[in-house]
């Protein structure tokens, strides 16, 4: 008797909950989703995090090498407010090669909130930045060296994360809600809108993707403004990325809507927006969530890639793949390796959403040993 009491008394848990607690025992998942998170904060205050705007230049200080943070001076002397050390340029009398090396003589002391170049948030006005150096000193500082026109490389790549993330959502966004609508309706009433829906499906899968890629991204004007670049950029990677999704979800419909809860329905007359938003949509939650956590990195290396090209985002947005197109010899890479810092990006926010959505795949099916 008091075991059925105890047993009635204990709460069961819902399905989200269990997913949740399944989730949480991920370790790897938990880190990936709290680095994800990060970066994309990141990203959305990206000109805040920045010393610097990604446009302006330095014409004295090209190609300038990272600036390392201190705590103790050469004498070993401890300051609790970080510095960096200025750089001098030498050149060999001999191979006639530039060197540099950090001037002990120049210290450069952090101060934070400063006030510094304004930058726009939602309309808003702002001029106040996490760090600066005091740039009526003649002072600088750039922590991941600056590139061929003395930008700042720091922050170029969180401007460039805010660029890449906001393609990347933009995209599998687009591309989910169109593949979720003609999904669930070719899945749900068949007949002729089901036909003629998969032999658009079919041929657009028909198409190799690189190759279609390249050749619509060559339609692009070059000449164009920036922002109008990036959405035809944008349109063109969502043109080819929802047919594969709206056949898994009209697949995962057409197994929903023979479900007894969804005949009842149909029999106690539900409308048809009722069963679609109430019954079969919320029985596919699970599934758009996993494909988004893996679309996101996809479309960042996709986006990267022809970036990189230099058939992607144009100048003067920065993304991490326009970054790279800046070094496309060897003579480059040798004379500022420090400009490849946005493969480390790339490859961390990559490797975060995939652990994500690893944890996210297993949690969706609480039920499983795995």
């Known amino acids: 008797m008091n075991m059925n009491l105890h047993s009635q ?206 050749a619509l991204l060559a339609l692009l004007p070059r000449r164009a403004d920036a922002v109008l670049v990036f959405i035809m950029f944008a349109a063109i990677l969502v043109l080819l990325r929802w047919a594969q999704f709206s056949r898994e979800i009209r697949g995962m419909v057409i197994s929903i809507r023979s479900l007894d809860y969804v005949r009842a329905a149909e029999a106690v007359g539900a409308s048809r927006p009722r069963i679609l938003l109430r019954h079969i949509v919320p029985n596919t939650t699970s599934h758009i969530v996993v494909w988004v956590t893996y679309q996101l990195p996809d479309v960042i290396l996709l986006e990267s890639f022809l970036s990189f090209l230099g058939v992607g985002v144009q100048p003067p947005m920065v993304s991490w793949g326009s970054m790279l197109n800046q070094i496309l010899d060897f003579q480059s890479f040798n004379r500022a390796p420090w400009m490849m810092a946005p493969v480390a990006g790339i490859i961390l926010t990559v490797l975060a959403f995939n652990a994500m959505g690893d944890g996210l795949r297993d949690a969706v099916d609480p039920y499983s040993d795995k």
């Open 9 to 214: 008394s204990k709460k069961s848990l819902t399905y989200w909950e269990l997913v949740r607690k399944k989730f949480f025992r991920k370790p790897y998942a938990v880190i990936g989703t709290f680095i994800v998170i990060t970066i994309i904060i990141l990203g959305i205050f990206a000109p805040f995090f920045s010393p610097y705007s990604p446009t302006r230049t330095d014409r004295e200080r090209q190609y300038f090498p990272p600036q390392t943070l201190h705590f103790f001076d050469q004498e070993g002397n401890f300051h609790p407010r970080p510095f960096v050390y200025g750089i001098t340029e030498e050149m060999d009398p001999n191979t006639y090669e530039f060197s540099f090396m950090p001037d002990p003589n120049q210290k450069f002391f952090i101060h934070f909130f400063t006030k510094a170049e304004p930058w726009r948030f939602l309309g808003i006005n702002l001029e106040t930045r996490l760090f600066g150096v005091d740039r009526n000193k003649g002072e600088y500082i750039y922590l991941v060296g600056t590139d061929n026109l003395g930008r700042d490389i720091f922050s170029k790549l969180l401007i460039g994360t805010r660029i890449t993330l906001l393609m990347a959502f933009l995209v599998v966004g687009t591309a989910g809600l169109i593949g979720i609508v003609v999904g669930v309706c070719s899945g749900y009433f068949a007949g002729t809108f089901d036909l003629v829906t998969q032999r658009i499906v079919e041929f657009i899968l028909a198409f190799p993707d690189l190759p279609l890629y390249l």
